[in-house]
């Protein structure tokens, strides 16, 4: 469509308009040079229904600010003087490789493998605890979470965009989500109870842990953002913008590097082992080490485009924008595939192509129109 409108273009959801933008620079223009005129959430149909304006994804202002703070603190704090989630992803890894060991020679889908994995990493950061791959629990709610999550991401979920609320509870489909979401909210207060009454103070576990502890150093503050409200939204947040994404980026991973070919992995290969060896496990320290590993990841993230449309943000106020009226309120959606895509930017973009990332003498190059989770402060890395 932007070949026939340009990069800026409203479309109708149901009857609400949205303005679509197409290309890097403008994106950049719109979410960096003018962030406050479009870096406001939008309220997103059966979504807010669910979450409201709580959490990360779906808030905005002073909210938005404070609970991302203490989030990305709490998170960056559990590699100080605990155990931290380098090492928890590093353990979880190694029972990863045990369960793909166990099917040598079988022909088998890794994806509910990789969806375990990274479930039990976010499970060990927020909840403090990792679960077997067997257990009944945690297989219950990673099924309800991937129930919701695909009715969200699916036609259903867009077109609520534009829907009265009481017809999401006569639609089967948006009716369902809530019935998952009750279960799923059981699970984490649970949860929550248990570690109200082990909580040590001196001694967070994990995130749930200082989110308790914060509520209680605000519980005499009437305008405070640490709620249960907040605390159940962002942990559902955090399982979303980490498990789905991981494990999915994870799964293409092992597609296109089966299909690029032996060249390519034999030097990964090489690389990965005169850097790291065979005798211990990777580190984020081995990063700088390795450009053209790190080139590979980050080309995988680009071909494999999971997230090709970015969530919805909505004007803060009326403005024009390259010569468009764009009325306050109005949802606006970023077209992440036509700057990943872009040949402006990356050469051969339909193509697997690691020298995208990579300098002429072989360090690795930072490419700016690499936003596979959009750009701005509310992409969706928070």
């Not at 959490?55 to 603190?73: A, D, H, M, P």
């Not at 040590?200 to 209680?216: A, Q, S």
Request: aromatic share 12%; proline share 5%; net charge neutral.
């Amino acid at each position: 469509m932007s070949e026939k409108y340009g990069p800026v273009f409203t479309i109708h959801i149901s009857n609400q308009p949205a303005v679509c933008f197409v290309g890097y620079d403008c994106m950049k223009e719109a979410f960096l040079d003018h962030n406050g005129l479009f870096g406001e959430r939008g309220h997103m149909g059966v979504s807010y229904q669910l979450f409201k304006d709580y959490g990360v994804l779906n808030s905005n202002g002073e909210r938005w600010k404070q609970i991302r703070r203490f989030s990305i603190n709490t998170l960056k704090n559990f590699g100080m003087g605990k155990r931290s989630i380098e090492e928890r992803i590093q353990g979880e890894a190694q029972c990863l490789v045990k369960e793909f060991r166990k099917r040598v020679g079988t022909p088998f889908d890794p994806t509910y493998l990789l969806s375990l994995a990274v479930s039990n990493v976010i499970c060990s950061i927020l909840l403090g605890e990792r679960f077997d791959y067997e257990d009944e629990e945690f297989l219950n709610l990673l099924s309800l979470l991937k129930e919701i999550f695909q009715i969200l991401t699916s036609k259903w979920g867009l077109l609520s965009y534009g829907l009265p609320k009481t017809l999401f509870y006569l639609l089967s489909p948006l009716r369902k989500t809530f019935g998952c979401l009750d279960k799923v909210r059981a699970f984490v207060e649970e949860s929550v109870k248990k570690h109200r009454e082990t909580l040590d103070v001196h001694c967070p576990r994990d995130f749930i842990d200082c989110f308790l502890i914060k509520m209680d150093e605000e519980k005499n503050n009437p305008e405070t953002e640490f709620h249960s409200d907040n605390l159940f939204s962002t942990i559902i947040d955090l399982f979303f913008a980490g498990t789905e994404t991981t494990s999915t980026t994870l799964k293409y991973s092992l597609l296109i590097l089966l299909d690029i070919g032996q060249p390519v992995a034999r030097k990964a290969k090489q690389e990965i082992d005169d850097v790291i060896g065979q005798d211990r496990c990777p580190s984020s320290d081995d990063r700088i080490k390795m450009p053209y590993t790190n080139a590979i990841v980050n080309e995988i993230q680009r071909v494999a485009d999971i997230v090709p449309i970015g969530l919805p943000n909505r004007t803060t106020h009326d403005t024009i924008f390259r010569g468009y009226n764009i009325p306050k309120g109005t949802f606006t959606f970023h077209m992440l595939t036509s700057v990943l895509k872009d040949p402006k930017y990356f050469k051969y973009p339909n193509q697997f192509n690691p020298g995208n990332f990579l300098e002429e003498n072989g360090t690795f190059k930072k490419n700016n129109a690499f936003i596979p989770f959009s750009i701005g402060k509310k992409k969706i890395t928070f």
